[in-house]
């Protein structure tokens, strides 16, 4: 489906050179909802507008379906770019329209008929559960109704890719949780590939299937969203899923321990009998633990005693129930 190989873009202009992403390599296949997280100024918008053209890239390679977009006209790209759509942040409704207006506008563009178009608009309004809505205009609707005119618009062109730039950042949580149920449903429905791009580890968690880790313009670390949640390797991807900085520095002094959970049973009160066997108090300093079909998942740190036998024993007893755990420092 796409393929990026050693993509970058760099702006000039200004007395220094600035590397906005740098040498991403990066595979998404067909039907996958890939996630790319990092925080703010990451590299992450640019990236998703290299992959588009919307940007062009200075270094590197965007092959989607076999071909090099670099290679292409600029007709030839806007052609390859209309199998591709994008849901933004803030929606980018055109407010003078209604939603049906809306979705229909890149049918217009395209030249599909006017009844045709209709037709499949009110279907995608349907779809995206507006279908009582079609008359009303942006200012009339919520943010979380905009977002869902927007994907609908977004579907109209049929894309092979859907690519969304913080879709939800502008959404409260429980319509946040809505808008990725939707996306995921389309995504079940019609097998369109997705792209997140997202500043939030549980939108990644929630939708996503892979994700890549940005950092400081690079990718971290890339690969199936179980395997970096339950064992991330880099410092970028541990302090994502679980950031200590500020925690560890507020508590006392003592050893910290990063410990994963991997399929325990959840009813199991592991902190409290580690705490009765070991005779020993153990401080929760952050947690992001989930329970699934009854098994936990997720990570815990633990600030341990400073009495380095009582520590030595609480290490002892989570190795003798086969719980992964490591070490973490101010920094994750």
Do not use: W
Request: aromatic share 4%.
């Amino acid at each position: 489906m796409l393929e990026l190989v050693n993509l970058g873009k760099t702006y000039y202009g200004g007395a220094n050179p600035v590397e906005a992403v740098k040498n991403i390599n990066l595979k998404i296949e067909d039907g996958d909802v890939f996630g790319i997280i990092g925080l703010s100024g990451a590299g992450k918008s640019t990236l998703v507008r290299c992959i588009n053209f919307l940007e062009r890239p200075t270094e590197g390679q965007v092959i989607f379906n076999g071909t090099d977009i670099g290679t292409l006209s600029p007709a030839g790209i806007r052609k390859c770019r209309r199998r591709m759509s994008m849901i933004f942040q803030n929606f980018n409704l055109l407010q003078q329209r209604t939603a049906l207006g809306n979705v229909l506008f890149p049918l217009e563009v395209s030249g599909t008929p006017r009844r045709e178009a209709e037709a499949k608009a009110r279907k995608l309004l349907e779809r995206v559960g507006l279908a009582d809505r079609e008359g009303a205009y942006p200012s009339q609707l919520s943010g979380g109704q905009q977002q869902r005119v927007a994907i609908a618009r977004a579907l109209a062109t049929d894309p092979e890719l859907l690519l969304c730039d913080e879709a939800t950042s502008a959404l409260d949580p429980d319509t946040t949780r809505q808008v990725l149920e939707l996306l995921r449903g389309i995504n079940r429905d019609t097998g369109v590939t997705m792209i997140i791009i997202t500043h939030e580890m549980r939108v990644i968690e929630q939708i996503c299937n892979k994700v890549a880790v940005i950092d400081s313009s690079r990718i971290a670390e890339s690969g199936y969203v179980k395997d970096i949640f339950l064992s991330p390797q880099s410092r970028a991807a541990k302090n994502l899923i679980l950031p200590t900085t500020d925690s560890v520095d507020s508590m006392t002094r003592g050893t910290v321990l990063r410990v994963v959970f991997d399929g325990l049973n959840a009813s199991e009160p592991i902190i409290s009998n580690l705490s009765l066997e070991c005779h020993a108090a153990v401080n929760i300093v952050a947690a992001n633990t989930r329970a699934v079909g009854g098994v936990c998942y997720g990570q815990m740190l633990l600030r341990l005693p400073e009495e380095e036998t009582a520590a030595a024993r609480v290490k002892s007893y989570l190795s003798s129930r086969g719980i992964h755990y490591e070490e973490a420092d101010e920094n994750g």
